[in-house]
């Protein structure tokens, strides 16, 4: 199938090795971004930005929707296009409405980088709108509530449509599973393909699933992240009883970094004016700048 995981966290190697996680590496995404700022009652949160997040760099994990990205075949294609004025059929243009819209027509909640609530396999759990707004890690010997990504570089052949058609990829054992939630008491685990593992039965997404763990599913850019030491900030849209969420996860990480992106850098507003316009490209289904 795949070499056996090389595992770099220091703690507890041998027992990881001998639950043999399939990947090649295996990413922590955890807290402790530095020491803490003293902090007086009454400060409210403020102290923690200015004390770490303002410096911290950012990497976004998500890879971007498209209508021709990989997807399991029996959900098929999805289609994107110009929203339209439901009284006139017509597109709504920049030149004559002054804004343009999109249409999507999403053949599934299990798109891209996502969000698998428990309920995608067993309707007693959570659904999407149900999850807790609680995702947060805590730095430490993979401690309770830590967040753990696997990194196996599937992703970097992404988006080659075929690679929703693979029946061997880098999966994560049910071991491994069993071991991270049951013994480590882990809030959710994370893998860059498009499926948990590649069991006939998908053994390791139906303990989950009927356990009721979450697990994100499709994450890009895990090569970028230092393997501890960060946090993951996870937000995914709130469709009432949704059974997938199409998620966006970015990783915070300490400012001394190799990758990423500080606020300083990049500071959100105003946003730059592009030297192209967005236009609308039928033959790719999106909109890009040329």
Same mark, same amino acid.
Request: aromatic share 10%.
């Given at each position: $199938?795949?070499?056996?995981?090389?595992?770099? /966290?220091?703690?507890?190697?041998?027992?990881?090795?001998?639950?043999?996680?399939?990947?090649?590496?295996?990413?922590?995404?955890?807290?402790? +971004? #530095?020491?803490?700022?003293?902090?007086?009652?009454?400060?409210?949160?403020?102290?923690?930005?200015?004390?770490?997040?303002?410096?911290?760099? /950012?990497?976004?994990?998500?890879?971007?929707?498209?209508?021709?990205? !990989?997807?399991?075949? #029996?959900?098929?294609?999805?289609?994107?296009?110009?929203?339209?004025?439901?009284?006139?059929?017509?597109?709504?243009?920049?030149?004559?409405?002054?804004?343009?819209?999109?249409?999507?027509?999403?053949?599934?909640?299990?798109?891209?980088?996502?969000?698998?609530?428990?309920?995608?396999?067993?309707?007693?759990?959570?659904?999407?709108?149900?999850?807790?707004?609680?995702?947060?890690?805590?730095?430490?010997?993979?401690?309770? #509530?830590?967040?753990?990504?696997?990194?196996?570089?599937?992703?970097?052949? &992404?988006?080659?449509?075929?690679?929703?058609?693979?029946?061997?990829?880098?999966?994560?054992?049910?071991?491994?599973?069993? &071991?991270?939630?049951?013994?480590?008491?882990?809030? $959710?685990?994370?893998?860059? !393909?498009?499926?948990?593992?590649?069991?006939?039965?998908?053994?390791?997404?139906?303990?989950?699933?009927?356990?009721?763990?979450?697990?994100?599913?499709?994450?890009?850019?895990?090569?970028?992240?230092?393997?501890?030491? +960060?946090?993951?900030?996870?937000?995914?849209?709130?469709? =009432?009883?949704?059974?997938?969420? /199409?998620?966006?996860?970015?990783?915070? +990480?300490?400012?001394?970094?190799?990758?990423?992106?500080?606020?300083?850098?990049?500071? #959100?507003?105003?946003?730059? =004016?592009?030297?192209?316009?967005?236009?609308?490209?039928?033959?790719?289904?999106?909109?890009?700048?040329?």
């Amino acid at each position: $199938m795949i070499n056996q995981v090389r595992v770099k /966290y220091s703690r507890q190697p041998n027992l990881l090795r001998r639950y043999r996680i399939p990947s090649a590496a295996l990413m922590l995404i955890l807290s402790a +971004c #530095g020491p803490q700022p003293v902090r007086e009652r009454g400060d409210g949160l403020w102290p923690v930005y200015e004390g770490a997040l303002k410096y911290a760099r /950012y990497i976004d994990l998500t890879h971007a929707m498209t209508p021709s990205m !990989p997807v399991w075949k #029996g959900f098929g294609p999805s289609r994107f296009g110009p929203a339209s004025d439901p009284a006139t059929g017509r597109p709504y243009r920049y030149g004559s409405d002054g804004f343009e819209a999109t249409h999507y027509d999403l053949s599934t909640d299990q798109l891209g980088t996502q969000l698998d609530p428990p309920a995608h396999w067993a309707p007693e759990f959570p659904a999407i709108d149900e999850l807790p707004a609680t995702f947060e890690a805590r730095h430490g010997r993979i401690p309770e #509530g830590a967040v753990v990504m696997v990194r196996s570089d599937w992703s970097k052949a &992404w988006p080659y449509p075929r690679l929703a058609a693979q029946t061997r990829f880098p999966g994560v054992s049910l071991a491994a599973l069993q &071991w991270l939630h049951t013994q480590r008491h882990i809030l $959710m685990h994370g893998h860059e !393909p498009l499926d948990t593992d590649s069991t006939p039965t998908l053994e390791g997404e139906h303990w989950l699933m009927h356990q009721g763990y979450a697990q994100a599913e499709g994450v890009a850019h895990l090569d970028q992240v230092p393997e501890t030491g +960060c946090l993951v900030s996870i937000g995914y849209a709130k469709f =009432k009883g949704g059974l997938g969420g /199409y998620a966006r996860y970015i990783a915070i +990480c300490p400012e001394d970094s190799a990758h990423g992106l500080t606020i300083r850098e990049e500071p #959100g507003a105003p946003l730059p =004016k592009l030297e192209k316009p967005l236009r609308w490209d039928p033959d790719s289904g999106v909109r890009v700048r040329r």
